[in-house]
């Protein structure tokens, strides 16, 4: 069956990095849209950035800024997110997510979600 396995979180200082990277298996990587989502304790699953599968475009939430950069590596089945600049605002646990259409609107429109990895900013 389809499965997403984030990796890479952990805890940074602020205004240090980390890459994250999503592996997936059971399902056609190279034909789903790819995205990173984020949970804060208390708030709503937010949507930090995605690749698109066909014309491979990028998208990321306002909040990122320039800070973050998103690829796919399809003949390895990877996702991965370098974040850059990280703020204590960045806290949450990081979600990988896959879906069949190119430019999904919501979050509803993914299929598959990984169970996240745990990024902690502070100093």
């Known amino acids: 069956q389809a499965q997403l396995v984030e990796s890479g979180g952990g805890l940074v200082q602020p205004g240090g990095s980390l890459k994250l990277s999503c592996t997936a298996s059971?399902?056609?990587?190279?034909?789903?849209?790819m995205a990173w989502f984020r949970q804060a304790p208390g708030k709503e699953r937010e949507f930090v950035g995605s690749?698109?599968?066909?014309?491979?475009?990028?998208r990321f939430g306002d909040f990122v800024k320039g800070r973050f950069t998103i690829a796919r590596d399809n003949a390895k089945n990877t996702l991965h997110l370098q974040m850059n600049s990280l703020e204590v605002e960045d806290s949450a646990v990081y979600f990988c997510?896959?879906?069949?259409?190119?430019?999904?609107?919501?979050?509803?429109?993914?299929?598959?979600w990984g169970r996240g990895t745990q990024v902690t900013v502070s100093s």
């Open positions: 690749i698109s599968w066909i014309a491979h475009s990028i």
């Open positions: 997510a896959a879906s069949p259409i190119e430019a999904p609107p919501t979050n509803g429109h993914y299929d598959y």
């Open positions: 059971g399902f056609k990587f190279s034909r789903y849209t």
